[in-house]
């Protein structure tokens, strides 16, 4: 009777150890997902940035006018 519930509870540890590690492993894999996101977004803000500059530098120096830029956009002369 005793080694029976022993056994059992090495059983059940055992089914517990299990779940543990698949979910350990779907917790790296999520990690890693993330970190490939995180990279993209990074990325693409920098694309962003330097799109930004760029369209602010061929509006200046192609129009002859003077643009009031800033991180929000720039602002057309009057």
Do not use: Y
Not at 4 to 23: C, G, P, S
Not at 50 to 63: D, K, W
């Amino acid at each position: 009777m005793i080694l029976e519930n022993l056994l059992d509870v090495v059983a059940r540890l055992k089914t517990i150890e299990a779940q543990m590690q698949k979910m350990r492993n779907e917790c790296q894999e999520r990690e890693k997902i993330w970190e490939a996101v995180e990279r993209e977004v990074n990325f693409l803000e920098e694309k962003v940035a330097l799109s930004s500059f760029t369209l602010q530098h061929t509006l200046v120096f192609n129009s002859g006018a003077q643009f009031k830029c800033s991180n929000s956009g720039c602002d057309l002369p009057l």
